[in-house]
């Protein structure tokens, strides 16, 4: 099975690459969806959570207030640094688990991983290759702006606290623009998604075999 690692920075339009990468077959894993899911009332992330901040980051009915939650941490980077050791070892297991599941089921297909921060926690060696999607900084806070209902300097402080995009750029086997409008959008998606699948022949591994070698790396303009 060929591993996507798909990231980017918040508000840079990841969901959308990753849904047509699943309209085009794909399997896919939202790792901020697993992030929902290992901190649901009763699991173990949900206790150490709210003895670490406190019952005032849950909703009336008992949940984690994300947005609540959030407020508090990107204004906070030892704050951030606790949420994340509490939360980020078990998103992990969680993904590592789907993975193996897929390549038990499907062997020859591909899977895609969604997560904005692959880069910063050193997950990008699960990956064959490394999607990002990008577009220009101004875009970026203007969308999580509108998206969250955010201040300007709200929106600053929580891209701040991820790898610039440039940088994440600079790890990309391939660059997605999101920019443009959603069908420019698609259309570089396409194009990527046929590139992998000349790319993805399994070959019988020999003792010769390094992986990357070789590889060409190439990105959307």
Do not use: W
């Not at 929902?36 to 003895?51: F, K, M, S």
């Not at 926690?121 to 999607?131: R, T």
């Not at 070959?203 to 590889?215: F, K, L, V």
């Amino acid at each position: 099975m060929l591993k996507i690692g798909l990231t980017g920075g918040i508000a840079t339009g990841k969901s959308h690459v990753l849904s047509i990468l699943r309209q085009l077959g794909c399997h896919v894993i939202d790792a901020d969806q697993v992030a929902r899911e290992v901190v649901r009332p009763c699991r173990p992330a949900y206790h150490e959570l709210v003895r670490e901040f406190g019952a005032h980051i849950l909703t009336a009915d008992g949940t984690i207030d994300r947005p609540q939650l959030a407020e508090l941490v990107f204004a906070d980077a030892e704050k951030r640094h606790r949420l994340n050791a509490i939360v980020h070892p078990r998103v992990v297991q969680a993904i590592r688990r789907r993975l193996r599941h897929f390549e038990t089921i499907d062997p020859q297909g591909i899977v895609v991983v969604d997560g904005a921060l692959i880069l910063e926690v050193g997950l990008e060696h699960l990956f064959d290759k490394l999607i990002v999607a990008y577009c220009p900084p101004d875009l970026q806070v203007d969308r999580l702006m509108k998206r969250d209902r955010l201040t300007r300097q709200q929106a600053l402080n929580r891209i701040r606290a991820q790898m610039p995009i440039d940088e994440k750029r600079a790890h990309a086997d391939y660059v997605i623009d999101t920019s443009g409008s959603f069908d420019q959008t698609r259309q570089q998606v396409e194009r990527v998604f046929e590139r992998i699948q000349k790319e993805f022949r399994p070959q019988p591994r020999s003792r010769s075999h390094h992986r990357g070698s070789g590889q060409r790396r190439e990105r959307e303009p």
